[in-house]
Antibody
Framework: QVQLQQSGPGLVKPSQTLSLTCVIS??????????WNWIRQSPSRGLEWLGR?????????DYGVSVKSRITINPDTSKNQFSLQLNSVTPEDTAVYYC?????????????WGQGTMVTVSS | QSVLTQPPSVSAAPGQKVTISCSGS????????VSWYQQLPGRAPKPLIY???KRPSGIPDRFSGSKSGTSATLGITGLQTGDEADYYC???????????FGGGTKLTVL
């Protein structure tokens, strides 16, 4: 049974970096058939996909247009986890952040989700 | 301003049927498969439909999906009060190389 466990601070100051980690159990971050995603949700922006990391003989990333210049998603094979870093945050980045596994069946399906982390950007 | 367009809300009586539409473009729904998610209050989204019309294990056949051109539809029959939730469509956007979602539809079972 695949599970994702998120961790990270719930409060970040403006202009600083938001950092979250998602620990994977029951699957591997190096899986050749899965991708590892970050998604956020706020009342003003709805569900917003932030990006993903995946391994297909080499590591690759895709990032959402709205955060492309500020985001990094990294895998950590030694700990079987992946992380989100979002730089230069503003109050607009206040949201519930989710990590999720996606499969391509062939369509993209976000089939396993983490529990969510409420992150508030405020001084 | 989500990439995919859904009605903000729908409602129907217990036991009835409801459909939720999801409209996109040739760059997303027109080229790719659609998935649907149910989100109960305070919970993470849960997959209901993938590849336009397939159900993950454990999802009852009261839930169905279809796609035509650049639009998709989620159908729910035999409505129950426990179906009250927010429903989201999602798909891959080929030119953006990104997952895109609808703005969500709040289902009320009267």
């Amino acid at each position: 049974q695949v599970q994702l466990q998120q961790s990270g601070p719930g409060l970040v100051k403006p202009s600083q970096t938001l950092s979250l980690t998602c620990v994977i159990s029951g699957d591997s971050v190096s899986s050749n058939s899965a991708a590892w995603n970050w998604i956020r949700q706020s009342p003003s922006r709805g569900l917003e996909w932030l990006g993903r990391t995946y391994y297909r003989s080499k590591w690759s990333n895709d990032y959402g247009v709205s955060v492309k210049s500020r985001i990094t998603i990294n895998p950590d094979t030694s700990k079987n986890q992946f992380s989100l870093q979002l730089n230069s945050v503003t109050p607009e980045d206040t949201a519930v952040y989710y990590c999720a596994r996606s499969l391509e069946n062939p369509g993209v399906l976000l089939d396993i989700w983490g529990q969510g982390t409420m992150v508030t950007v405020s001084s | 301003q989500s990439v995919l367009t859904q009605p903000p809300s729908v409602s129907a009586a217990p036991g009835q049927k409801v459909t939720i539409s999801c409209s996109g473009s040739s760059s997303n729904i027109g080229k790719n498969y659609v998935s649907w998610y149910q989100q109960l209050p305070g919970r993470a989204p849960k997959p209901l439909i993938y590849d336009n019309n397939k159900r993950p294990s454990g999802i009852p056949d009261r839930f169905s999906g279809s796609k035509s051109g650049t639009s998709a539809t989620l159908g729910i029959t035999g409505l129950q009060t426990g179906d009250e939730a927010d429903y989201y469509c999602g798909t891959w956007h080929s030119s953006l190389r990104a997952v895109v979602f609808g703005g969500g539809t709040k289902l009320t079972v009267l």
